[in-house]
């Protein structure tokens, strides 16, 4: 696979496009020091939401648009199709363009679901890999731990009007069938996903406003679901790992940040105790400081040096 190069200096601040396989690929570069590739969640949620300005500062940020989003970067299947594998198929054909010799990955999300698996399976291309919010497993036990964790928010603010707007978009996520129901449920349910998003609603108001999403369905191309269990395999994983994890998460708690750190070898864990499923958000400062502090102390040089 060989990208159709638009651009002659790949990590020139701005917007970049270059043609994959058909697809239209597209990255967003802000910032400048050590290359650091951001792959956002959802899936199907737009990058915007993962910009880091505090990071910006001292890393070069790559922000991926994963494929699938735009019409023109949509596959055949569309929208089914959008396997772990195929997504970091698209990362390493990135990674070859911008022309450093390694990287840091970081995926938020459904996003670290997929820096792991390119860290377990093109860890070549890597310096470090940030697994921000995720967990070794989806399925039934990751979807029993959620449930358990939605619960508890639900008690805890039981009395709060807002609460039944989120529950219902909850129960609405098993039945979307489109970008406008996958807009309106991760919207919905985006309170939960913060510490005290109500206590805190006119900061955090224009982040949920500001969200957009595209329906992907986690199914193959033949339908069936692209299950993850990554627990054997993350025992050997050889690339530098950072877990980070806020204290109030329902969807990829402390219990996946803990059981991460626990598989992957002398890995380094934070626990953000005053966020939610969005610590660069909730607690930027000590977010940031904590990634720019794991990329500097395991930075490849452009010889190919630590």
Same mark, same amino acid.
């Given at each position: ?113 997929? $820096? ?9 291309? %890597? =310096? &470090? +890999?940030?697994?921000?919010? #995720? !967990? ?15 619960? $508890? ?9 807002? %609460? =039944? &707007? +989120?529950?219902?978009?909850? #129960? !609405? ?134």
């Amino acid at each position: 696979m060989n990208p159709s190069v638009t651009h002659s200096d790949p990590l020139s601040p701005g917007t970049h496009t270059y043609e994959l396989a058909g697809l239209v690929q597209r990255y967003h570069v802000h910032g400048s020091g050590p290359v650091c590739v951001v792959h956002s969640g959802g899936p199907g949620i737009f990058y915007e939401y993962m910009r880091m300005p505090v990071l910006e500062g001292h890393l070069t940020m790559v922000y991926l648009e994963p494929i699938g989003i735009a019409q023109d970067s949509r596959l055949p299947s569309h929208p089914h199709g959008y396997t772990r594998e195929r997504y970091s198929s698209f990362l390493e054909a990135l990674v070859n363009r911008l022309g450093v010799p390694k990287v840091h990955l970081l995926g938020h999300s459904h996003g670290a679901f997929v $820096a792991a698996y390119h860290a377990l399976n093109r860890s070549e291309q %890597l =310096a &470090g +890999v940030v697994l921000y919010e #995720g !967990a070794p497993v989806t399925g039934p036990e990751h979807g029993a731990e959620a449930g358990r964790m939605v619960e $508890a928010f639900a008690m805890k603010h039981s009395d709060h009007p807002g %609460l =039944a &707007g +989120v529950l219902a978009a909850f #129960g !609405a996520m098993s039945d979307i069938t489109s970008d406008e129901q996958t807009e309106a449920v991760a919207k919905g349910v985006l309170p939960s996903y913060f510490a005290d998003f109500w206590g805190n609603e006119e900061r955090y108001a224009p982040l949920r406003d500001g969200i957009r999403a595209v329906y992907i369905s986690g199914l193959d191309e033949d339908l069936t679901p692209d299950v993850v269990d990554d627990r054997a395999a993350l025992k050997n994983l050889a690339v530098p790992a950072l877990v980070i994890v806020g204290r109030h998460d329902v969807i990829c708690g402390p219990r996946w940040g803990l059981e991460l750190d626990d598989l992957i070898p002398d890995s380094r864990l934070l626990i953000l105790e005053n966020s939610g499923h969005l610590g660069h958000v909730e607690e930027p400062d000590l977010f940031a400081d904590s990634v720019r502090r794991f990329v500097l102390e395991t930075a490849v040089g452009r010889d190919g040096a630590a």
